[in-house]
């Protein structure tokens, strides 16, 4: 028995899925659907599905159990309101949605239809985050006492995001859900600031230091302010320290360069890489995790209220950042 | 449909390849087999599968399409042969036997027999190594000019394995592969040189230097000796320069750490990490690929003889660090 | 001519201090002041000079132009306003004071007796700050945008120090100082959280978030939690992001290893290495600076005005910390 | 006192030194030659000195006490013996010559004048290998079991070279004198093979084993085929691991970065950084202890005779990459 998937979105995260899904040996992708026309029929054709330009002509198919979202963050609550009620299985791609109402209202509909979701919080598969999930069990770690996460990407991202994303929407939603996740507790109270001088039409930058509602503090470096030129195009770390012992990761350097006369680049060992000619890494094993999930209808590894939980320290973060005072989180 | 295995050889490989046919979708784990009684038990029982200290009980079984053998090396000849006569479709673990004779019987036999077979060289599915492959193509990197390749260990492996194996063919058979692979082209030419101040019944150091046919040069850098307290326990690298580009890579330092009272630890990232709850890494994807190609029909990614081809290299080296003069490889 | 140095309070940076004075061509170690008499006197005699158990014997002494101040942090005040008094130029150990009443009176005191005065900031001396402090030259950097600044320490050194002094002022200091020189401007607001689980008498960990007069935001990242076993001891880093370019620095991982059965230990190859049997890096050429300025009556890389800056900062941050709010910084 | 120093040649090296010499409290530069009279007169003129095209002058004045050579290999022989005759003492650059016999005639001369020569080996004041060596002592590393040593850089310096140098003459000599020192035993014999694809005038790169008397093993790995990309400009790494510990560097990355639209660099951190203005780092302190230990008429680190032993390695492997054969050392 097969998972019949379409894949809603075909930029960068959909036009992955729609390979995966492809290659998958117990899924069978269906159709795919972009705005753009062009882009949606050279995919299909490319991978022999159906395609269309409207999302509803997805959702009214029959042979299709279940829709991957891979749309900007502020087209995720129409389409996926939708899907819900049309019964469909949903994989929504990370952040659920660009503010704390609208997130709600999907996981109302969701829990109303009685149909289920993951969110596509990709460092859930990613080996390095859930061995230092798995370090930070409490007979491990003892207690956490603080966390630091860090994420900086360059600024061609922020400018070609402009308006239509944010950094906390757009790369804050990981590394928010990563640390509750791996304290086992919920941030309770932020202080953010922000900084824009390059004027892409997004923040260049937000720093912010938290509080755990079961006392360990918290240290959030986002950044999409590095010039261009930065080796693999970011930085991404996370470290954690408890009363017994700590655990931490750096994906600065992983350890793969390839040099020619322009420079030295790195390689992606872990997220999306393309191996022996099909997507691997963490991706991968995220829409496997969806397929098996879904057809043995067991539980996701993570319950979208788990998910969601992440939402309201995003609107706390940016509360903060605007206001320029400390903010509890509201849940 | 399924692939019906049988693992034989339950030490450290073959109680991870049993777990991972037992996890596999595709897959369906019939039987392990040990000399060890109370080994093969507790495994069979924790996996639920069927046991035996006899190898040929296994390959008498109509229900198995496929043995996996996961025995010491000078014991693949034996087994493998009667599993090529039986008619399964083998994956032996790396090296393919312990002498370029052996090598070649088990070569014959599989092809008399019409039959199919993978060597288990997983570093064809590292991710690292598989991109260094990748950028090393003609069109990417031009000639190659010279090729690196370490891999270290600490010296209780070498003490615990004594006279049972030895550095070439448990540990330079990686690498000797990956070069032939990556710089496409054979070697043909060796000289070695090695160290036995240790006194743990096997050798603690082997470097050689190599020449391809196509003209490139080689260097080999083996180590069993380092002390115990070594960070992540090992350390392999590996790197090309051509005439257009150059690729590297370096397994030092995976960006991961785990720290307490009693010092720092590394993490492994690649090779076969438990991810929420089951084996992954390259591991995974190496068993994972066998399931596929022998249940498809179609090729594995690496022919026999193309692993085969490894075997008169490891011989050429073994006998001029016997004799201090350079060897030609004979094929 | 020489510069005749006394030194008082000899732990770690004192008794470091004196043996470089000692091998300083242009320096002449005079005399060596501990209240632990035997600690005085076994350095004394290994350096042949004088020792006393009293600082205002080593201030009377007519052939001592220059003292060095390394005593924990509550006594500086005392002992440098004495010094100032009695007409000697001084190299202070940062921080140079426990609380910003107490650097200003010291300060005034230096400059009522029209004395000199050097603050011990040795990262001024570290040639990765130093090139990262170069690279941020606004016609390299343009306008400054994000600072991140990390330094963190093993949980037994928090111990050790018990309330003789705090993570602010023993640690804090150093980065504080670093990004106001580096920023090019000076830090205006700060907020900070603490966190107090491992009973050290001292806080385990801070983090804050700062603003900077030109508008950068900055980030600090301090603790001493971390277990014990932490490879190399310490962890520090420094980035900065501007308009144009960016410079970053991380000291984890110094490229240097020693691996015995116990574990893997790294190497100092810029603080304070012994090299062919002398004290060289960093801290050498602090002291070269202060021995060769104060002798040639030209400027000390640093005013101690510019050191002063960064206790006002120190004190907010402390008092942000207790308060959970944002706190201005008053100068 | 000072000493009163020439400096001949004034590429890379020379105006490098000239620099350092100027700048030295005890020492004082009195003149520059180079055969190139503008580059002669431009570098005198900032530094406020006397310049020559011609070598002899400089031989000839009676206020210059030490020269210091920073010619080409093939000249270093003339202008050596002709200063040894003139009785100055002498720093030179490595490597000592271009052949062992010039090698030879230039420390008679040094010999039979009564004079003394310190050879440039930089990496005896580089902090990293000055650990290693000093943990290679006998009583922590017990007896060493094998060495390896990578230099490696970019083909932009083999073509600027062309013929005028060689691999082993201008990078080799580093390693080879390094691992002599470090395994404190002679190398008695070695095997190398070459590579020149690139048409660069010199070898791309060149590879050997070699074993020192003490019973060791050692591996060389030179090359100067990277591609001008190369991040940081040069890898060099050196490792030593004995019967009871292990010491290991590696410089390809030394946590030190600066970004910019067209890429990430790397930093120098060890050898020639400018810091607040002048040059510090390995090669400071190399000048530095020459000025020190010719005035104080004190041994140099090295012996002239110990920097000798190096070059009939380098010859006995330019004779293996030419035969083919291992070639025993000739001393």
Known sequence: MSLRVGVIGLGFF????????????????????????????????RLAVHHSPDF??????????????????????EVAIAAAAAGKAILLEKPLAHSAEAAGRIVAAVETHGGRMMVGHILRHDLRYVQVYEAAAPERLGEPIHLRAKRNGTRSTARRLGGGSSILFYMGV?????????????????YAQKCEALGTGNEDALYAVVNFENGA??????????????????RSAFEIVGTRSAAAMDVSDQGLYFVDDAGTQGGDTHLWPEVNGRIGGALADELDHFVKATLAGTPYHQHHREALAAIPVLDALARSAASGAPVDVVR
């Open 174 to 190: 990981h590394d928010v859900d990563a640390m509750q996740w791996i304290a086992r507790s919920p941030v309770v109270r932020v």
């Open 217 to 234: 503090i918290g240290n959030l470096d986002y950044s999409w302010a590095w010039p261009d030129g930065l080796m693999n195009g970011f």
């Open 56 to 77: 509803q002509e997805l959702l009214a198919r029959d042979d299709i159990d279940a829709i991957s979202i891979c749309l900007p963050d502020r087209q995720h609550e």
């Open 14 to 45: 959909g036009s992955r899925h729609a390979r995966v899904f492809a290659e998958h040996p117990a899924a069978e992708l269906i159709a795919v659907c972009d705005r753009d026309e062009a882009r949606a029929s050279d995919l299909a054709d």
